[in-house]
């Protein structure tokens, strides 16, 4: 209730909050409603992300030990007065808001109001919380997360700090990126031209500006964020000071990747395909970079006996292939891989989208022994709960959108039929049979037990709470970009019919009979928005 209390009066301020102008550069219009770093959304996000990181990779929130303390609690009820004092602070937020929109924050007033403005914020969420549970199960959940929470508040304020800095720190960050990136592509092609003034590299054909997204600052606060958390939460394992040569290490991997990127930007666009260089693998690379160095020291790092405690065991072949996890994570992260690796390769069309089918297939295929281990009984009602999904995505949608249309794309419209054709193929086989089943394994079989046990496989699907299904739902939301609300309904039906009996293949079923819907809307309908 606190949360769906608070989405709805976020929801409802976000509403109400004014259209960005130019001449609001500075109010605190400009900071609620700016993207990128530097920004109260970007510093929310990504401590939000932060303490879900360490929360579900780590286990340092241990808040399913509070479940019979939850239960204690709660048998309390709702006390009316904190709500009342909620109601209040909610009021005098936004009045403060109101005048606080048009007032610059670096003045004596701006920051007066702020802080009356943050004072009204937290006291409209305390006063919320306390309404709903004592204030003495908010100091235990504190002093449980306190870990969590704090690096996740290091990194929001972090990210901000770091992004404000490369504002201005980049150009020297982009210089050396040409210098390295030139070096490596000058032997192979002796016409290159670079230009340190302009941070500009082609050939007459083709050239480049190296700005800020490509100096490679992102991919580094992202490296030292992951290296981070994974020695603070791990340290017990880790022998120190040893361990800590594995933040430069892959500060510099990650860095020499993105050089790479540059280098293999420039050589795709000189080797005629500029779209797909500018397009595709402009947004995709970094991302695959950064995942590599961040695997692969996590695959190295712990079968070296130098960086590790006399008492801790290096990791070998026979114990990742027996990480309980990997069955229920694997062929998601096959389609998340497959999907990086098909859009390096696009032009403002996903053609290789067969590629998210074949690796997770791989990966099914691998684990389907332990699959066999799985309850996998389907009935009637998950069925009927998938096409409760598939009419409230369709609803959502035409209330959003206005009930506008979206016309096939026409790179698919104008390509050869037998082109066009296999690739609806794959894309129905993606959508009904391997996503089902990946995301599945991956949300219900895996997420919704963790977040009520560390030892998730202890859990029966018919005994995980209510709290746990709202969380992993808000997640699966959160995967469908625009879409989240439809997502997160969607994750709730799909919980509860899993919950019904325990049985895995019942949320399958209630996913494939949606998406099996929606291809059906888009094939017959036309109604190509849906894909």
Request: hydrophobic share 60%; net charge positive.
């Amino acid at each position: 209730m606190v949360v769906a209390i608070l989405v709805l009066e976020l929801v409802a301020f976000r509403a109400w909050l004014p259209a960005f102008s130019p001449d609001q550069a500075g109010t605190l219009t400009a900071v609620l409603t700016e993207k990128g770093p530097g920004t109260l959304r970007f510093v929310v996000v990504q401590f939000a992300v932060a303490f879900g990181m360490v929360s579900l990779l780590f286990g340092e929130t241990r808040i399913a030990s509070l479940r019979p303390i939850l239960t204690r609690f709660a048998q309390r009820g709702v006390v009316w007065r904190p709500l009342v004092a909620h109601g209040v602070s909610v009021l005098l937020f936004a009045g403060i808001s109101t005048i606080l929109s048009a007032v610059y924050l670096a003045t004596a007033p701006g920051v007066t109001l702020a802080a009356l403005w943050t004072a009204s914020a937290a006291a409209s969420v305390g006063s919320l919380g306390i309404a709903f549970m004592p204030a003495a199960f908010w100091t235990l959940l504190f002093r449980r997360t306190r870990h969590a929470l704090a690096f996740a508040a290091v990194v929001g304020v972090g990210a901000y700090a770091f992004g404000r800095l490369a504002l201005t720190l980049w150009r020297p960050l982009s210089h050396t990126t040409l210098v390295l990136a030139y070096a490596m592509l000058h032997p192979i092609v002796p016409a290159l031209a670079a230009d340190p003034s302009s941070l500009t590299m082609g050939v007459p054909g083709f050239r480049v500006q190296i700005g800020a997204p490509c100096s490679g600052y992102e991919g580094l606060g992202l490296m030292l964020v992951f290296l981070a958390a994974w020695l603070w939460f791990r340290r017990a394992e880790w022998r120190f000071p040893h361990a800590l040569v594995m933040v430069p290490i892959g500060l510099a991997g990650v860095w020499i990747l993105n050089c790479v990127r540059v280098a293999g930007l420039i050589l795709i666009g000189i080797a005629g395909a500029p779209d797909v260089a500018m397009g595709g693998f402009h947004s995709q690379a970094g991302w695959v970079g950064f995942n590599a160095v961040a695997l692969g020291a996590c695959l190295v790092a712990r079968r070296v006996p130098w960086l590790l405690r006399h008492d801790a065991k290096p990791a070998s072949a026979h114990s990742s292939r027996s990480n309980p996890t990997a069955m229920y994570l694997m062929p998601f992260l096959a389609v998340l891989a497959g999907s990086m690796a098909a859009q390096l390769a696009s032009a403002g069309f996903e053609w290789l989208y067969a590629m998210r089918v074949a690796l997770a297939a791989a990966a099914l295929c691998y684990f389907l022994p332990k699959y066999r281990t799985l309850e996998w009984r389907i009935g009637w009602t998950s069925l009927a709960l998938g096409g409760f999904v598939f009419v409230v995505w369709v609803a959502l949608d035409a209330f959003s959108s206005g009930g506008s249309q979206v016309n096939m794309p026409v790179a698919l419209a104008e390509a050869p039929a037998t082109w066009r054709m296999g690739w609806i193929a794959a894309r129905v086989v993606g959508s009904v049979i391997t996503v089902p089943i990946a995301e599945e394994l991956a949300f219900r079989g895996f997420l919704l037990r963790r977040l009520d046990a560390d030892d998730f496989q202890s859990i029966r699907g018919s005994a995980v709470s209510w709290v746990a299904i709202l969380l992993s739902s808000a997640a699966f939301g959160a995967l469908h970009g625009e879409r989240w609300l439809a997502g997160t309904i969607a994750g709730v039906v799909y919980g509860v019919a899993y919950v019904r009996r325990g049985s895995i293949g019942d949320a399958v079923a209630a996913h494939a009979t949606t998406n099996a819907l929606i291809a059906a809307e888009v094939l017959i309908a036309g109604h190509w928005q849906f894909w």
